[in-house]
């Protein structure tokens, strides 16, 4: 990604650590995090200094290298366990985190007992498991930005960017390749409440690549479906089921559902590691909820009632039939049939 005419990655391993921006300081300041240990890492996921699925995927496979470092020779299986149990307990929708978890356990183990060799395989299948993923978005931006036309006007909700992936991201790495390539296209950025990821993230990528948007409410989304001004709606995904239902940021679902009422072709862009082939449909999806105070307040100012409570899921689940099609590095699907074809990839 390009901030500041430079490029960075939202992730990356130098010097035997980890090193990710901090995405709760953007777009104010640019800040670079350094990890030494995994349970840093895990706060980071927790407190959301590094979000977006692919990218604590890859920080969570990273987090399981730097335990590797450090497990005692004579406890080290238990010690890998005891972090990986820890990882999984940051964020519980995201099915990349437990995809990058396990890569690195797995592969790791199989070398015991010859630790030195396990504590580089370690580092190695954590370089592995971001470099697909990386590859997975570049692929899926070449991909995707066929179904963009120029002149499209398309609506995107949270951050599906390079910062949330270890680079180019999912639904705006279509959006980049679109812009690369010539087309004139607009994107509508939904603020995305309560955190605001779309106003702050998208907003931010979008105006350092110098692609035209504007942040509109989310609220207002259903306004400019009416005005007939959305012509394509692309978002991320948090995890894809078996029969393509789709967890994504709280707010798709809605906006599934203005896209259906107003005959708009809704897409979902995934990297194969957003696929859970275990997890059969959407009621099956674990729904994270985080803390009220991220609703009656931001940036420690209150926004509503000091006293009434307040609810705050993390996520929604969009059904399979809403969901004109699946962007992924193997090609764009039909949501019912995504799974099966990426379950072929694998095979």
């Known amino acids: 990604m390009i901030i500041n005419q430079k490029e960075y990655k939202s992730v990356w391993w130098e010097h035997n650590r980890l090193y990710a921006i901090d995405q709760n300081k953007l777009p104010w300041e640019l800040s670079i995090v350094e990890f030494t240990d995994y349970l840093q890492v895990a706060q ?3 407190d959301m200094t590094v979000r977006g699925a692919p990218a604590i995927g890859t920080a969570a496979a990273f987090a399981m290298a730097l335990a590797a470092q ?6 080290f299986r238990v010690s890998l366990r005891e972090a990986r149990k820890h990882l999984l307990e940051t964020r519980p929708t995201a099915v990349d985190l437990l995809n990058g978890v396990n890569y690195v356990y797995e592969q790791t183990i199989k070398f015991i007992p010859d630790i030195k060799h396990c504590r580089q395989v370690a580092i190695l299948a954590a370089q592995e498991f971001a470099r697909h993923s990386e590859e997975d978005c570049r692929t899926i931006g070449e991909i995707g930005s066929a179904i963009i036309q120029d002149q499209s006007r398309i609506l995107t909700h949270c951050n599906a960017g390079a910062l949330a992936t270890v680079d180019w991201g999912t639904a705006l790495a279509a959006i980049r390749f679109a812009h690369r390539q010539g087309k004139k296209i607009f994107v509508y950025v939904s603020e995305t409440r309560p955190r605001f990821q779309g106003a702050l993230l998208t907003a931010f990528e979008l105006e350092q690549e110098g692609i035209p948007h504007s942040i509109i409410p989310d609220s207002a989304c259903g306004f400019y479906f009416w005005k007939k001004e959305i012509d394509l709606v692309i978002t991320g995904a948090d995890r894809v089921c078996l029969n393509g239902d789709v967890a994504n940021k709280v707010g798709t679902y809605e906006k599934a559902v203005l896209a259906r009422y107003h005959r708009v072709p809704f897409y979902v862009a995934a990297p194969l590691s957003t696929f859970d082939l275990g997890c059969i449909r959407g009621k099956d999806i674990p729904i994270e909820f985080r803390s009220e105070e991220e609703v009656k307040q931001f940036a420690g100012v209150p926004t509503a009632n000091p006293s009434s409570p307040a609810l705050n899921p993390a996520f929604d689940i ?3 039939k809403l969901i ?11 949501a019912s049939e995504a799974a099966q074809k990426v379950q072929k990839y694998y095979e």
Do not use: H, L, S, Y
């Open 44 to 46: 980071a996921i927790k």
């Open 318 to 320: 969009t059904p399979a």
């Open 324 to 334: 004109t099609g699946i962007i992924t590095p193997q090609g764009i699907f039909p």
């Open 70 to 75: 450090v497990a005692p020779e004579d406890r």
